[in-house]
């Protein structure tokens, strides 16, 4: 039977055997049904995996939040017909943070088989970096744009960090990152932990835990990188 | 420099390559020096990794939760000397969900540099498959054992889960997985999401997701098998 296979995409320029399983390259080689955010992208990951693949003779089918449901729903066709397929996020793992959650839901309701495959997580890596709580975390993906509510939700999540000892995790898009590391510096008590985990997988990682006292003292410059944040104890 | 590194051990019995990056393995091959939650444990999986190993060269130091402070501090010690270290922990991922994140904080308290490497997580292949909410989701480990205890606990999830689309993950002991699946079913609303994944990265996983009304027409034994249960809507 044919499956729903979801892949994992590069974090960083990295070689790909340093972050994926060569398994995965297996089974990327025996797909011809691509699901992916950006076609461009999803094209330069394959060709990256194998070097060999005839790009031209494969099937790309686009996902973003504007795909009406329908045409998601069609593009699962393939599985009924005896072809698996594949779903490429932009980066890391598909269904994490990005628009392939929906695809899975819909391969579901139509009894079909998905399997996930093992890959970069940057939200996984830094937790693991962290030191931080492992046995109890939660991610809250972007935190708000305006200041008022942005600051209200970082005392949030430090008391939660704190007193329930639930580590946090967020992220911010790359440009805003020393704005919410100021917030974070300005708002959280001097002995809450932060971890930064900057340019995951790629040579000019990043990452540390230290208390927001020791980072005042030597502030990082995040312009531009993706960066993870974990607030705990 | 020297450095600690968090080397993911296996999840079930599947060739390594299918879950870990070959880059794995060479950073293995380099390392002498190991922190680890089982010894024996331990030195099966770097067998695995690389037979032509010497298993009796290598320097193992034995890592629970009754490990003295002072003692693991002494484990770095090797970093300061010159060698890297390696965290393996009983499965899956160091620092989520094991005593492997104490020596992290250890490491940035002496300056250390701490290198997190792929590999597979029960809890991310679940949330990745679940087709559930991965913008925003928790992982809270065990539930309470006593049952009343448990119920509010369970109750107090799914509130979360529907009502603030935050995907709740979490685990049981395995010979305890049937009574929490008979406590959720018979707790949850009918129309609530749950996520069971058994037995993950093994020749008999299983993922799914369905509704409780859907799971109490057709219950899986979990007896047993390692499970991963999220709930979401």
Chains 1, 2 share one sequence.
Request: aromatic share 8%; with cysteine.
């Amino acid at each position: 039977m044919a499956k729903l296979y979801l892949l994992p995409n590069l974090l960083s320029e990295s070689p790909w055997q340093n972050v994926l399983p060569s398994y995965n390259a297996e089974v990327i080689n025996q797909i011809r049904h691509f699901i992916v955010e950006d076609i461009r992208n999803a094209r330069r990951f394959l060709k990256k995996v194998n070097r060999e693949t005839d790009i031209d003779s494969l099937t790309f089918m686009e996902l973003n939040k504007h795909t009406p449901e329908m045409q998601k729903n069609g593009y699962l066709d393939y599985i009924q017909q005896g072809f698996d397929v594949g779903i490429i996020s932009e980066a890391g793992c598909p269904g994490v943070a990005d628009p392939g959650a929906e695809m899975v839901k819909i391969a579901y309701r139509r009894g079909m088989t998905v399997v996930p495959l093992v890959g970069p997580s940057s939200i996984l890596l830094a937790l693991m970096a962290s030191g931080m709580n492992g046995q109890s975390f939660a991610f809250t993906g972007y935190l708000p744009v305006k200041k008022p509510d942005r600051l209200k939700r970082i005392q949030q999540l430090e008391r939660q960090a704190v007193q329930q000892k639930q580590s946090q995790i967020f992220m911010e898009t790359p440009y805003r990152n020393n704005h919410l590391l100021n917030d974070l510096l300005a708002t959280c008590q001097p002995g809450t932990s932060l971890c930064i985990a900057a340019d995951i997988t790629s040579e000019n990682q990043m990452i540390r835990t230290r208390t927001i006292a020791d980072w005042k003292k030597q502030k990082p410059d995040l312009e531009k990188k993706p960066v993870i944040f974990i607030l705990g104890s």
